[in-house]
């Protein structure tokens, strides 16, 4: 039990900015780690519910209430993905060899594309977040730890472009069996519980989510020789857009055919 709870609290510690308790960074307090990422994604999404509803009541208005709800994941992670996605986009801008790609992602400038894919970022969510109705909205609640756990199968699985990096420590560190098993019963419970909810909604979810860890996989082989921290967070944050536009989309297509 001691072991679980200080891997909860390296993950909670790495991937958001909520006050935990100080564990140690070691191998055995690491193995699990990856067991809770996704339940970061949790707790974002009940934030989300629970702010949907909090500024129907008061009344705050449609612009405010779509404005927090992007700030939200911000909020609780710190940036770190988003901090990933440049990168990423800094990177693939350049259009120079896998080797080069790779000390753009560890420099921390932000290019023009940087600048220029996180404004479009910002803004193409910000419109998503105004089209959300409380039809949708338990669905997407759950994309957030749908991310996470696709994520998490990523750190995992795939090659590693930097054997030093932070994704290769909590990869190399944990015991990769038993977290490949609680991700497919992740996976299993989020889209099932998704198509539950509403089954439209549900399979676009997990097709949109599916889709976007293939592209991630071919990108990060193709352009990089593998994955990394950054490209984990630039997978999190386009999955959860990508999501959230098959979702509203199609619920929005689905009503005008009905």
Do not use: Q
Not at 96 to 110: F, G
Not at 241 to 256: H, Q, S
């Amino acid at each position: 039990m001691k072991s679980l709870w200080n891997s909860f609290i390296v993950a909670f510690s790495m991937y958001s900015k909520i006050p935990m308790p100080r564990a140690d960074w070691n191998k055995e307090n690491m193995k699990y780690s990856m067991c809770f990422f996704p339940w970061v994604g949790l707790v974002i999404g009940a934030l989300e519910l629970g702010w949907f509803y909090l500024a129907a009541w008061m009344e705050l208005g449609d612009i405010f209430r779509s404005a927090v709800m992007v700030l939200i994941p911000v909020a609780v992670t710190g940036g770190i993905h988003l901090d990933g996605l440049l990168d990423t986009a800094d990177a693939l801008s350049s259009w120079r060899e896998k080797e080069r790609r790779l000390e753009i992602l560890k420099d921390s400038h932000a290019g023009a594309f940087a600048v220029i894919i996180g404004i479009s970022y910002f803004v193409l969510a910000f419109g998503t977040a105004s089209m959300v109705s409380a039809e949708c909205l338990p669905v997407l609640c759950l994309i957030f730890a749908l991310a996470r756990t696709y994520s998490a199968l990523s750190v995992e699985n795939f090659p590693k472009a930097n054997p030093s990096g932070t994704a290769a420590a909590f990869g190399g560190n944990s015991l990769k069996k038993r977290v490949n098993a609680v991700m497919a019963v992740y996976l299993v419970l989020l889209c099932g519980g998704a198509v539950l909810l509403n089954p439209l909604h549900g399979v676009l979810m997990a097709a949109a989510a599916a889709l976007t860890f293939w592209y991630y996989h071919h990108m990060a082989m193709k352009y990089f020789g593998g994955m990394t921290g950054d490209l984990a967070g630039f997978f999190v944050s386009v999955c959860e857009l990508v999501m959230t536009l098959a979702v509203i989309i199609g619920n929005r297509i689905a009503g005008m055919i009905g």
